[in-house]
């Protein structure tokens, strides 16, 4: 299974780039806000999305296809309908993992990523497992060792 914890913190040690597709540029959404923890662990974040020119610094390419380097992790913040080609052109690339987002499970995406050697996680957040298995959990105030509902003074 490719949500065991061994699992996910060897793909999370080993990727350098991640390819989001579905990269949203406005701060307040998941995507960017997962992205731009995951560039400041380090990791190359390369955008996929064909509205914006750049997103995080980084241009930002059409489709997995457009970009001239290679990729580990190809996370996709899409629709669960969306992701079966996304995941023909994550193998098309040569990425080595598949990785679908909270709320996304694609079955047939996961058996394509499968069949053809990619490491597949379905239904999880990079950022949240990120920082689970490596120790971030304290970034942005969670895990503050304060349970409140009310703001600090």
């Known amino acids: 299974m490719g949500d065991d914890i061994p699992t996910l913190r060897r793909i999370l040690r080993d990727a350098r780039t991640i390819a989001v597709v ?24 390369v955008p996929v999305n064909p509205r914006y020119p750049e997103i995080l610094g980084e241009t930002s390419y059409a489709r997995l296809e457009d970009i001239p380097f290679p990729v580990d992790i190809v996370d996709v913040f899409r629709r669960e309908s969306d992701v079966g080609p996304i995941a023909r052109s ?63 003074v």
């Open 22 to 45: 579905g990269l949203s540029a406005e701060w307040h959404r998941p995507s960017y806000f997962a992205a731009k923890y995951m560039q400041g662990k380090g990791y190359r974040i």
């Open 90 to 152: 994550a193998v098309a690339i040569g990425a080595k993992c598949l990785w679908q987002q909270l709320g996304v499970k694609n079955l047939e995406a996961d058996r394509i990523a499968r069949e053809a050697g990619l490491d597949s996680v379905m239904d999880r957040c990079v950022k949240i497992e990120h920082a689970r298995l490596f120790g971030g959990l304290h970034w942005a105030g969670v895990n503050t060792k304060v349970v409140s509902a009310r703001r600090p």
